[in-house]
């Protein structure tokens, strides 16, 4: 069973520019929820997609959006970018209810320059 | 609403035990524990519900006291490869969202 896929691996930006990080969940999950975590910090809540809703959102300002798509797998839009948004942004895959496990992917390095 | 951790951080040797505890100010409906090695994801360890229900993962294992609204993680006779990050994870009675804790760093020495 092929796990949670996040793409880019890594991803350099400018301060102003736009990011778009994808998300693959594993299949069958339903569920795609996605994480902030600056350098040596901790996971913070950013969004959460079910059945192509957003359920939730974490206290990001709204330049930070995404989506799910139909096939479940999801992006995360961030606009304006700025320095402070330079992290390891994880996303992870859950089978939709609150009681099931998450499953993350190894997350993309975003750098802004 | 996140929750507690403490200790902050625990430094261990081979064999010792060690407890990490979560605590919240609401009423929990489950607490998730997760473990992310430096360089890697969070991996999913267990997922407690309301009740008070004991779980057990290899030498680690945990409780859920839901009248203190507190979780302890325990990990018995620590092995190196338990060195990493523990996270809890909480979800509110009354609340959809998931929360996770700061994070708990436990380094095992030889």
């Known amino acids: 069973e092929a796990g949670v896929t996040q793409s880019p691996t890594h991803l350099i930006k400018t301060r102003g520019q736009q990011a778009t990080l994808r998300c693959s969940p594993i299949s069958g999950h339903t569920s795609v929820y996605w994480y902030q975590q600056a350098l040596g910090l901790g996971l913070q809540f950013l969004l959460w997609y079910d059945e192509g809703e957003e359920r939730n959102r974490g206290n990001f300002p709204p330049r930070f959006s995404g989506r799910q798509f139909p096939n479940y797998s999801s992006e995360l839009n961030v606009n304006a970018l700025e320095l402070e948004d330079s992290a390891l942004y994880l996303c992870a895959s859950s089978l939709g209810d609150r009681d099931k496990p998450q499953h993350f992917g190894d997350g993309t390095r975003l750098s802004i320059l | 609403q996140q929750p507690v951790q403490s200790p902050q951080a625990v430094i261990l040797r081979e064999g010792e035990d060690a407890v990490i505890n979560c605590s919240s100010s609401?009423?929990?409906?489950?607490v998730h524990w997760y473990r992310q090695k430096h360089g890697e994801a969070p991996v999913f360890l267990m997922i407690?519900?309301?009740?008070?229900e004991q779980k057990g993962h290899e030498k680690i294992s945990a409780s859920f006291n839901e009248k203190k609204q507190q979780s302890s993680l325990y990990l018995t006779a620590s092995q190196l490869s338990y060195s990493g990050t523990y996270f809890c994870g909480t979800v509110l009675f009354y609340g959809q969202n998931f929360v996770f804790g700061p994070g708990t760093r436990l380094s095992v020495l030889p």
């Open positions: 609401k009423a929990l409906y489950s």
């Open positions: 407690l519900l309301k009740g008070g």
